[in-house]
């Protein structure tokens, strides 16, 4: 059984989706099959990094084909680290979705949505593994398909429009990679990314090639809300039901931040990329606007949603200026802060799922007094705030210390204060939050309010802890980011 869990991985849920149907009518029934079939999703990922960690790189082909001719699996510290952060997060989330989702879809839409759900699950663990280029996009379409769908079901007409809204740009972007890949088959006759990556050095200097990977590489940006490439983010994170919004939040963008990795890293290869094109300028501009215009924008929100929506367009920038650096440092700060990330946004859009359930609505002015009657839930939202400033004893510090070093130590000096200077505007939203939260006098009357349910809580503070626990024992994060950055560097650990 050891032995096929790399396809394992995807087939769990891909298969469990369409199972839901049959339990329809019994709403608790398909969240706990639901729950279940993540469960075994993380622990196949915990074990394809513990072999992968021991052993090397799991090549899997499907099949018994050899590539190029088959389609092949090949799971190495990098996307095993990834399949563990998705697999993570899609568990923990799912412990609270029954409660959230019970108040905010009808019970005939709750079978749908955990349908959905593991599609999308399945689509994210598939891009991930898959070492075969068209299987990307066929994953991607997956992903994104049920993504739209799920968004779509928000109560909120306007969940409508930031579908069609995120449909319209996703398919831009999903059109934009396929014909990447079409001209890299046309030049080099294999789509196994193995292979591509040793053909693609002898036909480099084509214009082909030139325009597969501008092509690839602005489809994957607007899949990972890049500035000026965000716009189908915001409204999609805030309108979306809440449980959806904390699992794409914490892992769709980090999905797509991989891709962009192993395009530019593995397939196209770090001279390409960083020397025969100018990505290196152009990340680093990109990614320090993105963090600075966002982060204003954040500020002024009046949806708590928005807000942190804004937030992640931000954090993005962050994830892209460790790329642009060039560096095994600077990768490694982009790895240890796509885990980071994961678990700050999970947390925070998890606290906000308890205030939609008890309150039903996520506007600020809303939050008024909040601090007295949902102690708990607020207090979640501050630690996690706290950790998304870069506070320290949270991981959010650890992610800004490695990216501040990686471009100090690439002579950044003026990029390291931008660095710390976009922290500062985090402040800056974070603390409208915590004004309305705790020195604005209730809105809502005494004893109407009462504390999210624990079935909420729980998940919530297990974010919250892991928070915290990652801020201070590193070695998960950054000993598995420091070893895949180094290995696509080709440095000897």
């Known amino acids: 059984m050891t032995l096929h869990l790399p396809i394992l991985q995807v087939i769990v849920p891909l298969i469990a989706a369409p199972l839901c149907m049959f339990l329809k009518q019994y709403p608790k029934a398909v969240w706990l099959f639901s729950l279940l079939a993540s469960a075994l999703t993380l622990l196949i990922s915990a074990l394809l990094l513990q072999q992968v960690l021991t052993s090397g790189t799991i090549i899997y082909e499907l099949g018994g084909w050899q590539p190029p001719w088959g389609i092949e699996y090949r799971i190495d510290q990098l996307n095993a680290y990834l399949l563990l952060i998705i697999s993570a997060i899609s568990t923990i989330v799912l412990v609270a979705a029954q409660t959230s989702i019970e108040k905010e879809l009808e019970s005939y839409r709750q079978s749908y ?16 593994a898959t070492a075969d280029a068209f299987n990307v996009f066929v994953f991607l379409e997956i992903s994104s398909l049920s993504a739209y769908a799920l968004i779509a079901l928000g109560k909120d007409r306007r969940a409508l429009w930031a579908s069609y809204q995120y449909l319209i740009m996703g398919t831009v972007g999903a059109t934009f990679i396929l014909i990447g890949i079409g001209l890299m088959y046309q030049m080099t006759g ?5 292979d591509l990556a040793q053909r693609l050095p002898e036909v480099a200097e084509t214009r082909t090639v030139f325009v597969a990977f501008a092509f690839t590489v602005v489809g994957i940006c607007l899949k990972l809300a890049l500035f000026p490439l965000h716009l189908w983010l915001p409204n999609a994170y805030a309108y979306a039901p809440s449980i959806v919004t904390a699992f794409f939040a914490a892992t769709a963008t980090k999905v797509a931040i991989y891709l962009l990795i192993r395009f530019t890293f593995s397939i196209f290869g770090l001279s390409f990329s960083f020397t025969t094109l100018p990505l290196q300028t152009l990340f680093l501009l990109l990614g320090l606007l993105g963090v600075f215009i966002a982060s204003m924008t954040a500020i002024y929100q009046n949806n708590v949603k928005h807000i942190f929506a804004y937030s992640s367009v931000a954090q993005v920038g962050y994830m892209i200026v460790g790329l642009s650096v060039g560096s095994a440092l600077g990768l490694t700060a982009t790895l240890i802060h796509l885990f980071n990330h994961a678990l700050m946004k999970s947390a925070l859009f998890l606290a906000l799922a ?28 501050v630690v996690g705030g706290l950790s998304l400033v870069g506070v320290p004893l949270t991981v959010g510090f650890v992610s800004k210390w490695y990216l501040v070093l990686a471009v100090i130590e690439n002579g950044w000096w003026h990029v390291a204060l931008l660095i710390l200077l976009g922290s500062l505007l985090a402040i800056i939203y974070l603390w409208k939050i915590v004004e309305a939260a705790y020195f604005k006098p209730p809105v809502h009357e005494a ?9 909420i809580l729980i998940p919530v503070w297990v974010l919250i802890f892991a928070n915290l626990y990652f801020g201070i024992d590193t070695r998960l994060s950054v000993e598995v980011a420091q070893s895949a950055a180094q290995s696509l560097f080709g440095v000897a650990p």
Do not use: C, W
Not at 113 to 128: E, K, P, R
Not at 190 to 194: E, G, I, P, S, V
């Open 447 to 455: 004893g109407t309010i009462k504390e999210a349910p624990y079935s």
């Open 354 to 381: 308890a205030v939609m359930y008890r309150i039903g609505s996520v506007q600020l002015n809303q939050f008024h007094g909040l601090g007295r009657q949902m102690p708990l839930t607020m207090a979640a939202i």
């Open 113 to 128: 949505f955990y349908m959905l759900y593991l599609l999308s699950l399945a689509g994210m663990l598939g891009i991930v």
């Open 190 to 194: 294999t789509l196994n990314m193995n």
